[in-house]
């Protein structure tokens, strides 16, 4: 995709302005802190694809030679596994931060990918097409919509109507309404007071959470009547990595959303609202809650009723551009061709929410291999049950992080790419901060990524390096690092512990306890070359 290349884009960077205390951008969005490498399965193609398709839209697929475009792609790492786990697709992902872009680009050329790449470029660039970019079959973007102002909400909106192919899947996350309405002004009031301070966003961010832990204890009269609501808020503000927090709370076009305000913006790209990805959800609602929405036939209008039901903090929507409806035959055919790989181990599951008359033989089934929803539908437990019912199974059980989407046509694509992702992706993860960052490893077999954690990646890279028997240095390299950081470690037979107090013994249990429920894990999903 020669369009894609830097030397296209013009005057990349914003003007940036000393407002307040740090650097902000004049676009109000803090710049002078990096957003924590994290990688969103919920931005994979096939996932959107999948989800769209089984709603009953004829959006695009993931086909050999599909494009995708994420903006605002922070340190890159989504876009990376995604172009990965996909070596058929090309992909791109922008961003105005030249060291997310820098980041983002170190990584893929430190693992040779050629079918991805990075452009420094604000939306506002994009939006008066300074940059040469083509239409896209999926754009994604993850915390931006909200978080910033609403003059670049109106370039985002320009940007889709520009860049999205007819057919074409739009992922947009957002912080929502009503699930906000009582702590966005703990936001407003985070955002005014640390911008009063002087001095750089880590000193502004940290005074600033010793004065509202202060006045949170000063008997303020906001903080006891909504405890219950403000609570997780404050822990996340007190406790998250600083990156996040400061992305989080101290954009100045931050705003939480009604989807039926996104909804009619996207609409006029020619997008339409296909479903949800995340599990907001409830399975089932109760007859109460089943009348309300009698006689309401505007979707937006359901959508958020349903949400006042379920309080929704935070919503990933799907839409498509000018789509067709599929036919039941279509429909069938994409069952045919789609389907559910387990991404955890059987033991690791605790899962109340969904009928363990159908879980268990569909895990069954699964452990064996991954099978497409037509297939699935034949496993006898299943039998009676509309495809409409096994979908909807099926998306719960990835929803919760169990199963992933997997397509029958993909799983020819060479691992090679995310083999060598995956080594960089681990050396990254092994030294990152444990509370601060979303790491991932690249699979083929569900073209996304599966959760990797800092311990886990040791011992990925012991696998894979010269140290497959897990022996000594690489017990002294994670004992180190559990000594460094003092979180809470699970150690055998379920008890919790600081890290900073591990044995080395105890250092020999995690590892071999990790190894021994990641490897066939990891096998499976081809993330580690083997039979
Ligand atoms: C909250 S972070 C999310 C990063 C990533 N998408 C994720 O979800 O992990 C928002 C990102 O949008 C970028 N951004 C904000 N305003 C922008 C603009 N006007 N043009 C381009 N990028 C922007 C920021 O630099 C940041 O990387």
């Given at each position: 995709m020669p369009s894609c290349r830097r030397a296209v884009v013009p005057s990349a960077v914003p003007r940036s302005a000393f407002l307040g205390g740090g650097v902000i951008t004049d676009t109000g969005y803090v710049t002078d802190i990096d957003y924590p490498d994290y990688f969103h399965s919920q931005m994979s193609p096939l996932l959107l694809s999948s989800l769209c398709r089984l709603a009953g839209f004829d959006a695009v697929r993931p086909e050999p030679g599909f494009t995708y475009l994420e903006l605002g792609a922070g340190a890159g790492m989504t876009t990376a596994v995604l172009a990965a786990a996909n070596p058929e697709g090309r992909f791109v992902g922008t961003d105005f931060n030249p060291r997310h872009i820098a980041a983002g680009t170190q990584m893929i050329r430190a693992a040779g990918l050629t079918n991805a790449s990075f452009l420094e470029c604000g939306f506002a660039d994009l939006a008066e097409g300074k940059v040469a970019l083509p239409a896209f079959d999926y754009v994604a973007l993850s915390g931006v919509y909200s978080w910033v102002d609403a003059e670049q909400r109106e370039h985002v909106l320009t940007i889709l109507d520009r860049h999205v192919k007819p057919?074409?899947?739009?992922?947009?996350n957002y912080n929502a309404m009503p699930g906000w309405a009582v702590s966005a002004p703990l936001q407003r009031l985070i955002l005014e007071y640390s911008e009063a301070l002087d001095g750089g966003v880590l000193h502004r961010l940290s005074a600033t959470r010793e004065w509202v832990d202060r006045l949170v204890h000063a008997d303020g009269r906001f903080f006891s009547s909504h405890e219950?609501?403000?609570?997780?808020?404050?822990?996340?503000?007190?406790?998250?990595?600083?990156?996040?927090?400061?992305?989080?709370?101290?954009?100045?076009?931050?705003q939480a959303l009604f989807h039926t305000d996104v909804a009619r913006a996207v609409a006029g790209a020619g997008l339409e609202f296909a479903g949800s990805v995340s599990p907001v959800r409830p399975l089932r609602r109760t007859p109460e809650q089943?009348?309300?929405?009698?006689?309401?036939?505007?979707?937006?209008?359901?959508?958020?009723?349903?949400?006042?039901?379920?309080?929704?903090?935070?919503?990933?929507?799907v839409y498509v551009r000018q789509p067709r409806r599929l036919s039941p035959r279509e429909r069938g055919e994409w069952c045919d061709e789609v389907g559910l790989c387990l991404t955890e181990r059987r033991g690791a599951m605790h899962l109340h929410t969904v009928s363990s008359r159908l879980l268990n033989p569909l895990l069954d089934a699964l452990e064996q291999r991954p099978m497409t929803f037509t297939e699935i539908a034949q496993v006898p437990a299943f039998s009676g049950l509309s495809m409409a019912a096994v979908v909807a199974f099926g998306e719960r059980l990835t929803a919760e992080g169990w199963t992933s989407p997997y397509l029958r046509s993909a799983q020819a694509n060479s691992?090679?790419?995310?083999?060598?992702?995956?080594?960089?992706?681990?050396?990254?993860?092994?030294?990152?901060?444990?509370?601060s960052a979303h790491y991932a490893l690249a699979s083929p077999v569900i073209?996304?990524?599966?959760?990797?954690?800092?311990?886990?990646?040791?011992?990925?890279?012991?696998?894979?390096g010269d140290d497959p028997g897990l022996g000594a240095d690489t017990v002294e390299r994670v004992l180190a690092r559990l000594h460094d950081c003092d979180i809470q470690v699970e150690i055998s037979?379920?008890?919790?512990?600081?890290?900073?107090?591990?044995?080395?013994?105890?250092?020999?249990?995690?590892?071999?306890?990790?190894?021994?429920?990641?490897?066939?894990v990891w096998r499976r999903l081809r993330v580690l070359a083997g039979e």
């Open positions: 057919g074409g899947v739009v992922y947009i219950a609501a403000l609570r997780p808020r404050l822990d996340s503000f007190g406790q998250w990595a600083d990156g996040y927090v400061a992305h989080e709370f101290i954009n100045r076009g931050w089943r009348k309300l929405f009698e006689g309401i036939t505007d979707r937006a209008l359901r959508e958020v009723v349903a949400d006042f039901l379920d309080d929704t903090q935070f919503r990933e929507d691992a090679e790419p995310a083999w060598r992702l995956n080594r960089v992706l681990a050396e990254r993860a092994q030294t990152a901060a444990p509370q073209s996304s990524g599966v959760p990797l954690n800092f311990i886990q990646a040791q011992v990925y890279l012991a696998l894979t037979g379920n008890a919790v512990k600081r890290s900073s107090e591990v044995t080395r013994a105890e250092a020999v249990d995690i590892l071999h306890a990790i190894r021994d429920s990641r490897v066939p």
